[in-house]
């Protein structure tokens, strides 16, 4: 069977930092592009950083730029989220998922999804 789990998730101050985790089991990650979302009660599911199969392709959005660091280990089957100067707009609880193909931070090009791990930034 085919899952995600993610880990990591916590209270954090702001400017305080975060690494989450994405492990896999059922399936090797290598052919899978692995993207990272966030959704905020009241708000849509928003993209926030994606990593091809290799590791040799990031894509951030604007509003994670600079602070947000995504990677993978493939012999580990698991792909991490670094966050770093975490802000309380970051607040929200963030999901892995994988898809073939190209990368993507559309939610609804994903095929497989975690169950989602809890990040509030908050004083």
């Known amino acids: 069977q085919l899952q995600l789990v993610e880990s990591g998730g916590g209270l954090v101050q702001p400017g305080g930092s975060l690494r989450l985790s994405c492990a896999a089991s059922?399936?090797?990650?290598?052919?899978?592009?692995i993207g990272w979302f966030r959704q905020a009660p009241g708000k849509e599911r928003e993209g926030v950083s994606c990593?091809?199969?290799?590791?040799?392709?990031?894509y951030y959005a604007d509003s994670v730029k600079g602070r947000f660091t995504i990677s993978r280990d493939n012999a580990r089957n698991t792909v991490y989220l670094q966050m770093n100067s975490l802000k309380p707009e970051d607040t929200g609880l963030y999901y892995c998922?994988?898809?073939?193909?190209?990368?993507?931070?559309?939610?609804?090009?994903?095929?497989?999804w975690g169950q989602g791990t809890q990040v509030t930034v908050s004083s």
């Open positions: 998922a994988a898809k073939v193909g190209w990368r993507s931070l559309v939610a609804g090009t994903y095929e497989y």
């Open positions: 059922g399936f090797t990650l290598d052919y899978y592009v």
């Open positions: 990593i091809s199969g290799s590791g040799g392709s990031t």
